[in-house]
């Protein structure tokens, strides 16, 4: 069973910059799809980021040119660097990792592609 615990939430001005961090622990298997979701008060749960074994990409459309998911296999750590932020940008940003071997390019930022999931951690972003 994999456990994900986040970090590096908090509070910063319109224009600045976060690194939320995910450690991983309580697996073997490394070969996981890992993402980045969010959720703001009262609106769904989005994904924002997501990365795959082999290091390929994929970002939701708001964030692309902002945001970059990373990831340190060495220490079982996935990584989220967020500049540029906007008001737009507050919500709780969860870590989720998906068991499945195989994630369609469809379905990457899909929060039903996603088994494990972090606690979350808070971001906001003042106007």
């Known amino acids: 069973q994999v456990q994900l615990v986040e970090s590096g939430g908090g509070s910063v001005q319109s224009g600045g910059s976060l690194r939320l961090s995910c450690a991983a622990s309580?697996?073997?298997?490394?070969?996981?799809?890992m993402g980045w979701f969010r959720q703001a008060p009262g609106k769904e749960r989005e994904g924002v980021a997501s990365?795959?074994?082999?290091?390929?990409?994929s970002y939701a459309d708001s964030v692309k040119g902002r945001f970059t998911i990373s990831q340190d296999n060495a220490k079982n750590t996935l990584y989220l660097q967020m500049n540029s932020l906007k008001h737009e940008d507050t919500a709780m940003y969860y870590c989720?990792?998906?068991?499945?071997?195989?994630?369609?390019?469809?379905?990457?930022?899909?929060?039903?592609?996603?088994?494990?999931w972090g606690q979350g951690t808070q971001v906001t972003v003042s106007s």
């Open positions: 309580g697996y073997t298997y490394n070969n996981y799809y």
């Open positions: 989720a990792a998906s068991s499945r071997d195989y994630v369609s390019w469809w379905s990457l930022l899909l929060h039903s592609a996603y088994d494990y």
């Open positions: 990365i795959d074994s082999v290091g390929k990409t």
